[in-house]
């Protein structure tokens, strides 16, 4: 598989959120006085893990033999805090104790979740000796989405050796960076801080984030599948699903193993709602499960195989998300179909096992998928008008100017207009059994 530019794929996100906030409840209070384990490990989710153990799951098996295996893992700390709060082997804790002690570890995430999951086995002085070197490295100025959750995180974890019990933090985070970022981004393969984020601020000081922009959050899940290529990736240790990228390579695991635990941790955050079940259906398919170093500990984290999914082939085969613009399209949900997204300005077909980068702005012959038709905007006349046939499907119009309003010329009909997305994609349909001609053109400002 193979893209064309290293790949930055940003959907303006924070834009969409301030535009569409709710004002947030007048009692809303961000002093944390919950109790340990305060992050990723609800009550009811660590008996579930240890449930898992008990039961001597396949999840728990392989987590359990890496841990135990003395490999070298690229989150060891974690793994070990994980293994800890799960089994109560104080030596695996003890070692995430000194790896966050030791003048080498500075990655304030794992820090946060180091203190939270084992600050039982820490003496006063070793507690009083982390908490410093996290509020410390909280300090440090991060306005990026893994920046802002890790302080989030941070400040939870020690909470009650701040004054303010980490309000000083949260509050300007939530109200400020969250819903007043209007000039943000959230990039592809940010989704999993982002459910950390989500996770641990509904846990800890009950604000629901996805409140402030229902309309993003609506289609969030779809978002997530849909953007994976038909075709999946066979890996060292299993299989995985590949998602979008731009890169002129092979496909990344880590970038997989990421997009998959973000979908995971989606469905733990709001099993009940009904996007989120064809996702869990998605992705509860067994040859897709984490086996790798970095995977295994969030395939057993956030996985719950007892969550009844529904089936995705039941869903249609294009998908249109106008707060992103993305647009994504498959002939089949079989792994030999073919493939067409649209996203960030972004045209890309898969089809025959390769990925072909199409260039933005040119002119492509339509595409047909399912009921619909994806043509290319680019082709058009000199005076800016692009034409073309459309019949009872919908035809999709790619790569227009996005958040512009447009005149929709139909033949025999009368002149109206139409507004793109966030994408510059314009949706035109017609009454049943008819095909006319269609001109869309852009309104002067």
């Known amino acids: 598989m193979r893209g064309e530019l290293p790949m ?3 959907v303006c996100f924070f834009g969409l959120l301030a535009a569409s906030r709710i004002a947030p409840a007048a009692d809303e209070d961000f002093h944390v006085f919950t109790d340990s384990p305060r992050l990723l490990l609800k009550s009811q989710r660590l008996r579930l893990l240890q449930r898992e153990r008990e039961r001597k799951s396949m999840r728990w098996q392989r987590f359990e033999e890496l841990v135990t295996s003395g490999v070298a893992l690229p989150e060891a700390a974690i793994n070990d805090a994980l293994y800890y709060q799960v089994s109560g082997n104080a030596a695996a804790g003890q070692k ?13 995430r794992q820090l946060a979740l180091v203190f939270d999951w084992c600050g039982k086995l820490m003496s ?4 009083e000796r982390l908490a410093s070197k996290i509020e410390k490295a909280m300090a440090a100025p991060r306005d990026d989405l893994p920046g802002q959750s890790a302080r989030a995180l941070a400040a939870i974890a020690i909470a009650d050796h701040l004054k303010d019990q980490g309000e000083s933090v949260l509050k300007p985070l939530v109200e400020q960076w969250w819903r007043g970022g209007a000039d943000m981004k959230i990039e592809r393969g940010q989704e999993y801080p982002l459910m950390e984020l989500l996770h641990a601020i509904r846990d800890n000081v009950n604000v629901d984030l996805r409140e402030s922009a229902p309309a993003v959050f609506k289609d969030f899940p779809f978002d997530q599948f849909y953007g994976h290529y038909p075709a999946p990736f066979r890996g060292q240790d299993n299989d995985f699903l590949v998602p979008v990228y731009t890169a002129d390579s092979d496909p990344d695991p880590k970038a997989a193993d990421w997009s998959r635990a973000a979908g995971l941790a989606m469905v733990a955050y709001d099993p009940n709602y009904e996007e989120v079940q064809y996702l869990q259906g998605w992705l509860m398919q067994d040859r897709f499960e984490m086996r790798d170093g970095l995977g295994a500990a969030y395939e057993f984290l956030w996985a719950n195989p007892y969550q009844p999914g529904l089936s995705y082939a039941l869903l249609p085969l294009i998908f249109h998300n106008p707060a992103t613009g993305h647009v994504f399209a498959r002939t089949s949900w079989d792994e030999d179909a073919t493939w067409i997204g649209y996203f960030d300005g972004h045209l890309q077909m898969f089809r025959d096992g390769k990925l072909e980068t199409l260039r933005a702005g040119a002119a492509i012959q339509p595409v047909r998928v399912g009921d619909a038709v994806l043509l ?7 005076d800016g008008t692009t034409r073309f046939k459309a019949s009872t499907e919908a035809t999709i119009v790619l790569g227009l100017a996005p958040r512009s309003v447009y005149d929709v010329e139909i033949d025999d009909e009368e002149l109206s207009e139409s507004d793109t997305d966030a994408g510059g994609t314009l949706v035109v349909s017609l009454a049943p059994d008819t095909e006319e001609g269609v001109r869309v053109r852009k309104r002067p400002q």
């Open 96 to 108: 995430a104790v000194e790896w966050a002690l030791s003048d080498s570890a500075s990655d304030l």
């Open 8 to 10: 930055r794929l940003s």
């Open 124 to 127: 006063d002085a070793q507690a």
């Open 376 to 382: 290319s905007a680019p082709a058009q006349e000199a």
